[in-house]
Structure formats: structure tokens, C-alpha cells
């Protein structure tokens, strides 16, 4: 009887582990293939229109708590920055540099406020950045 059972025993954890390991492996295979940012340069933004439809930064304004940081992610195959103030007259708080394809970049916002942020490259491209 014991062996039986632990047969079964057995056999329950086999199939449990297969099942349950095709959810986790979608998962997994999801995650690789999204690269992950809070706010996103998309393709084609080089190119004037993306300030028609709000989309040269995506979002083009978030709101975060002060001492969070927020991660920008170049996904475009041209370069951008991510540099303060505006185009016209930037504020020397923070500059990106040129951020290259799918290159990253972090900054933490500690102080209270509404930040606003250009592309040197391209003075179309605005975005905002609200510390709470
Ligand atoms: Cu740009």
C-alpha cells in the first residue's frame, strides 16, 4: 500500500510540474522580448508628427512621488536625449546625453515639481515629468 501510494504521490507532483510550468515559462519568454522603461522614445520619431498625436515621448507627461526614479528607454533606431527644459532654453538640470538604440537612461527626482524635457536632436520631441 505504501508503495502504491507513493507511486501516485509520485505521479501527482510529475504532472503538477509540467503544467505548472508552462505559464511560468510564457512568462518568462514575455519578459525577454519587452524591455522594460517607464516612459518610451518609439520608432520614427526623428521625424516630425509624433507632437501631433502627443507620442514622441510615451507618456509625454508622468506623474511619480519625489525620490523615485524614472527609466527612459530609446526604442528607436535613431538617436535621442532626454535633456531639461526646452529646446529654446534648456535648464541645465539634467541631460541624457545621445542615447543610442534601445540604450536606457535613470534619473531620480527628489525635489517637488513640474520638470519639462526636450530631444536635442529633434525640437519636436517634449515631455514632462511631475514630482509629487
Ligand atoms: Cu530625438
Given at each position: 500500500m505504501i508503495i502504491v501510494g507513493m507511486t501516485v504521490l509520485v505521479i501527482l507532483l510529475i504532472t503538477g510540474l509540467v503544467i505548472s510550468s508552462y505559464p511560468i515559462e510564457e512568462k518568462t519568454d514575455d519578459a525577454e522580448l519587452s524591455v522594460k522603461g517607464d516612459v518610451v522614445m518609439p520608432s520614427?520619431?526623428?521625424?516630425?508628427?509624433c507632437e501631433e498625436i502627443d507620442r514622441?515621448?510615451?507618456?509625454s507627461s508622468i506623474v511619480i512621488e519625489s525620490g523615485k526614479e524614472i527609466i527612459w528607454i530609446n526604442e528607436d533606431s535613431a538617436f535621442h536625449s532626454v535633456t531639461s527644459?526646452?529646446?529654446?532654453?534648456?535648464?541645465?538640470?539634467f541631460d541624457s546625453g545621445h542615447l543610442d538604440p534601445f540604450e536606457s537612461y535613470t534619473l531620480a527626482f527628489d525635489e517637488k515639481g513640474t520638470f519639462d524635457y526636450f530631444c536635442t536632436l529633434h525640437p519636436w520631441m517634449m515631455g514632462q515629468v511631475i514630482v509629487e
Open positions: 520614427k520619431v526623428s521625424r516630425p508628427g514622441c515621448y510615451i507618456p527644459g526646452f529646446y529654446d532654453s534648456p535648464t541645465n538640470l
